[in-house]
């Protein structure tokens, strides 16, 4: 058992509700908030288009190697803290807690941003679809609706939420597998060929691109920690649930990014891209399956849009709960639905921010797909990347002369190589990120989103030191999660704590 599972558990201003998740549940969370479906049919399709190679599906499988090597001692981590914060009590653990802060700012922005940003692919595409069915209806509208749905099941029951996930996801991978199979099985040049995958693609310019983009497709990879304290095995649910996330979204990507490559040719699926964007896909299969199944393959993609919004709406949530907790914002955060067990005013916030950025972008006037949707995710992922980038520092810092029964792959070798690797791709993100939004070379905001980051961070970092000094025991707190004891002065602290280094 976890050493945050202490006997002081029970002086907490409240704890979320326990044992209520399995791997399963978990799974649906993580591979939720990925939005399979999402991403293979915008994503894919628009790496194709954008960057003008065919090394689309080469590049997705590079990315979810780059994954499986960050999840090594991001899984090791979770069996020795178990925290609703997860990257930020990571942080908080590995590198000290006023970094932790400055993580935790960064993270609620960043998840915000995509939660939030979500609500504007998810009105068009469900004004679109009603549409159809000959009923006008403006974006904003749909939008409130899959707010209002999203809104009340965040304060539900955890359980019921990953059902809610679970039949969504078995639907949106129905199709994610079901059109691959019809793609591969109809091939463009009359054999199947495996050209897509040939590693001396990766060297092509458009590639590097690809990576950057690639990479926010495995965003919903902290939902397996996030979640860790309401499983009913926290040290084998995290690592069952990440390893199979990334193993399950990275084939998906991979895979039906070349069955598309396959289908439409390997000479002309850039061409087909440019010319159908996301529609790529269904453009593909219609032949074959006919208007209705077509059909139905948008609806889910809708489904998919939904079912990533409730999995980052449950994200924020926690991240809230887990820093009302520590007295790090309002104790009031930190207290949980009775009935439910979900962290009711931490879901509360994120609705009402959440509703505020629609109903503003409505009345201005704004692009949801370009403005709301496009910038606001892409931007989140950007703060994902750098959470993932300090979380594999963190790592290396929690074992740093304390071996913990792990060994040096698991310790430093996995982390440090992950580290290196998303540092670059970081590096790439800031440098071209007003290439990635599509804004002119002389553009300010090209700067402005990732120097917002930076802002984020500092302002975390000045928090972290006021609480320091005018709070002393809130900031002891720090990331012990449910062995805090916020809601009672700090007593002795257990036999074995985990180590939170006092460095910055």
Known sequence: ??????????????????????????????????????????????????????????????????????????????????NAGAMYSYVAHGLGRIPGIAAAFVALVAYNAMQIGLYGAFGVVAAEVCATFGTAVPWWVCALVGWAATAVLGLARVD????????????????????GAVMVTHPAEGAITASAFDPRQLFDPGVAAMLVGGIAGFVGIEASTVFAEETRDPRRTVARATYLAVAITGACYAGSAWAMSVAAGPDAVVDRAREHGTELMFALVGPYLGQPLVDAGRLLFLTS???????????????????????????????????????????????????????????????????????????????????????????????????????????????????????????????????????????????????????????????????RARRPEAFRAIGWGADSATAAPLAVRPAAPPRIPTRV
Not at 161 to 178: Q, W, Y
């Open 1 to 82: 058992m976890s050493d945050f599972r202490s006997a002081r558990s029970g002086t907490v201003a409240a704890t979320l509700a326990r044992a209520r998740l399995g791997v399963p549940q978990v799974l649906f969370f993580v591979l939720a908030a990925a939005a399979p479906l999402t991403v293979v049919a915008g994503g894919a399709s628009t790496g194709f288009a954008v960057t003008g190679t065919t090394a689309v599906p080469m590049a997705y499988l590079l990315i979810a190697v780059v994954m499986g090597i960050f999840a090594v001692g991001y899984v090791a981590m979770s069996r020795h803290v178990v």
């Open 160 to 179: 019921l939420n990953g059902r809610v996930l679970a039949g969504l996801l078995l639907a949106e991978l129905a199709v994610v597998l079901g059109y």
């Open 305 to 467: 849009l939904f079912a990533a919004l409730l999995a980052f709406h449950n994200t924020v949530a926690r991240y809230l709960f887990a820093l009302g907790r520590e007295r790090v914002l309002p104790a009031a955060l930190g207290r949980t639905n009775r009935r439910t067990g979900a962290p009711k005013l931490g879901s509360l916030v994120q609705s009402t921010l959440a509703v505020t950025v629609i109903v503003t972008y409505a009345f201005a006037g704004l692009d949801p797909i370009t403005h709301l949707f496009f910038w606001m995710t892409v931007t989140g992922g950007l703060g994902v990347l750098i959470l993932m980038t300090a979380a594999s520092l963190a790592v290396i810092g929690y074992f740093l002369g304390h071996h913990r029964g792990e060994p040096a792959w698991r310790r430093w070798l996995a982390p440090g190589l992950a580290a290196a690797v998303l540092g670059l791709i970081l590096t790439a993100t800031v440098v071209s990120f007003g290439d990635l939004l599509g804004l002119p070379a002389d553009s300010p905001l090209r700067w402005w989103f990732p120097a917002g980051y930076a802002l984020t961070a500092l302002s975390g970092v000045g928090w972290a030191l006021w609480l």
